[in-house]
């Protein structure tokens, strides 16, 4: 009888033991990847709307009419480089993306350390980023009296009733980071945080 009830507890106190790594696990991913979405968004926070240079332009009218401007432009190939928010649509930091990342608030890779707190390098003695995490960045125009309605980059709103008319590049804008994490020896990531904002025009 004895042996059962020490067995009963011993069983009792794995589980709890078990339980309590999981939710420590979850809770310090959850931590990292609020971290990682905030560090996008300070990253992005000095950004014009629309490129300084070329802006947003619709050439040409009607159904022919072509956007220039949206996206990263040619010759923006570093983090550095991107110099506007719409330059961020579609940008994935980390493994399989656009650029090694995960990114911090100054566009530099988030570093992976020990459990000495030390920088872990590679052989050739660079920075070996945060494994397994990613932020995967979309950034969409939306209508400005329905925050919930998005719009086609190229849309432009004529005037019509009590409306004016709103210009291709004077919409709201909605930037949305998600941040996943991919575990060693797991094929599919995992969201962890997802972080929306919206720019005024």
Known sequence: MAMVIIGVGILAFVDAHGAFMRSNNWSSQAATGMLLANEVREFSRHMSRHDPVTGLTLQGSGMSAVLTGWG?????????????????????????????????????????????????????????????????????KIDPYN??????????????????????????????????????????PEEITRLTWIIPP
């Open 147 to 188: 925050f919930g309605q998005t719009r086609a980059d190229s849309y432009e709103q004529d005037a019509s009733g009590q409306l004016p008319r709103i210009r291709v590049d004077s919409f709201p804008i909605r930037v949305t980071v998600v941040v996943d994490f991919t575990p060693d020896g797991v094929s599919q």
């Open 72 to 140: 990263a432009e040619s010759g923006e190939i570093a983090v550095d480089d991107l110099d506007d928010l719409d330059d961020l649509d579609g940008m994935v930091f980390g493994a399989g993306g656009n650029f090694v990342g995960p990114i911090d608030g100054f566009g530099g890779i988030v570093p992976a350390i020990d459990l000495q707190g030390n920088l872990i390098l590679d052989d050739a003695m660079n920075i070996v980023p945060l494994a397994g995490w990613r932020q995967l960045v979309s950034v969409e």
